[in-house]
């Protein structure tokens, strides 16, 4: 199989209920545990970096900052490795490339908290692994990151918080991938049916739409 087909796999596809004209994207995007650690080229990570740029956001505010190293980059990628949590750790280090995910908190232009920061940078970062399906690569996002690790690894000031970081690369099975995390690579996707969360005049009730 070949990394591009790995990023894509065919038992991960997601199970359509409806037919959406984004689905080589947002149905082929799987988050594998397996990365194979080959070099992700500057440009393609730039590439990426420029989809999360030109996501929408409140007020046009781009309340995010990003912390990028790839494997290459040697010890920034081995710091901000180790701003994850033990777990993510033991599977993220086969990525090519990190990123952390920081919100800003406040308005750069007014005395106020910006309640759509940490919702804006989920946007950016939804952007980004799009991006990376598009070009056969593969992302992982994670919450599990030690934020004060991070703030102090990378001198992260006061009104920036690190939040999330993402694993990017080429999915692949390493040789000493635990059977655990192969399984759960090999599973199929699945999600809540969408009555279950779109709801019309009453709370709890399926929205008239979904009806035919
Ligand atoms: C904001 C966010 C945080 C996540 N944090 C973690 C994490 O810390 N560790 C992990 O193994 N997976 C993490 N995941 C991956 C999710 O478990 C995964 O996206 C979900 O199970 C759906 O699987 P899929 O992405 O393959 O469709 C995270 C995903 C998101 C969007």
């Known amino acids: 199989m070949g990394t591009g087909d790995a990023a894509t796999r065919a038992e991960k596809r997601a199970r ?6 984004t689905g080589a994207l947002v149905g082929a995007r ?21 989809a999360a740029r030109w996501s929408p956001s409140s007020y046009n505010e781009q ?4 912390v990028a190293a790839r494997r290459e980059d040697g010890e920034p990628f081995e710091r901000l490795l180790g701003c994850l949590v033990e777990f993510n750790q033991s599977w993220a280090r086969h990525a ?20 759509a920061a ?7 970062t939804a ?17 599990g990151i030690d ?19 993402i694993a990017i690369g080429y999915a692949g099975t390493p040789g000493d991938q635990p059977d655990k995390l192969r399984d759960r690579d090999a599973a199929p996707r699945d999600r809540k049916p969408l009555a279950e969360f779109v709801f019309g005049g009453e709370w709890g ?7 035919d």
């Open 16 to 21: 359509l209920a409806h037919p959406i004209e």
């Open 30 to 50: 799987w988050s594998p545990y397996g990365f194979d650690p080959r070099p992700l080229p500057a440009a393609e990570l730039r590439s990426l970096l420029e």
């Open 63 to 66: 309340p995010w900052r990003l």
């Open 96 to 115: 090519s490339a990190l990123v952390l995910g920081v919100v800003v908190r406040r308005f750069a232009g007014r005395d106020a908290d910006n309640p």
């Open 118 to 124: 940490e919702h804006d940078l989920g946007l950016a």
């Open 127 to 143: 952007h980004l692994m799009l991006e990376a399906t598009a070009r056969g690569l593969s992302t992982h996002a994670m919450i």
């Open 147 to 165: 934020a004060g690790r991070a703030r102090a690894a990378f001198a992260i000031p006061d009104g920036f918080d690190p939040l999330t970081a």
């Open 205 to 211: 009730r399926p929205a008239p739409c979904l009806e």
